[in-house]
């Protein structure tokens, strides 16, 4: 069954950090771009980081500096360690992987089910 497997979520105070994981179970998922996407009520879904198949990454602009992308095609897990958080960063976080141009939602083949993260402030 193809499927992007989100772990890691949850309450967190400001300026502290969580690690965001996700597995996937995917033909060939260590030739596809995997990364994070996130929503916060009301808003649209975001583009936080992406990594390619050979190790590009691509961040948006709110997390620069704070959020660091890695993956391990040996397990076909890919990783986000956020730091630094802000309440600003509170949304659902998606798991999302694919073949072209991935940072645009509308080119994501595959999504996970979502993890929460919160932040307080």
């Known amino acids: 069954q193809v499927q992007l497997v989100e772990s890691g979520g949850g309450l967190v105070e400001a300026g502290g950090s969580l690690r965001l994981s996700c597995a996937a179970s995917?033909?060939?998922?260590?030739?596809?771009?995997m990364g994070w996407f996130r929503q916060a009520p009301g808003k649209q879904r975001e583009l936080v980081a992406l990594i390619t198949f050979d190790g590009i990454r691509k961040y948006g602009d709110s997390v620069k500096g704070r959020f660091a992308i890695s993956r391990d095609n040996a397990k076909n897990t890919v990783y986000m360690q956020m730091s630094s958080l802000k309440p600003d960063d509170t949304a659902v976080y998606y798991c999302a992987a694919g073949a072209v141009r991935t940072e645009i939602p509308d080119n994501v083949s595959y999504w996970g089910q979502g993890t929460r993260v919160t932040v307080s402030s």
């Open positions: 995917i033909p060939s998922a260590h030739t596809y771009s």
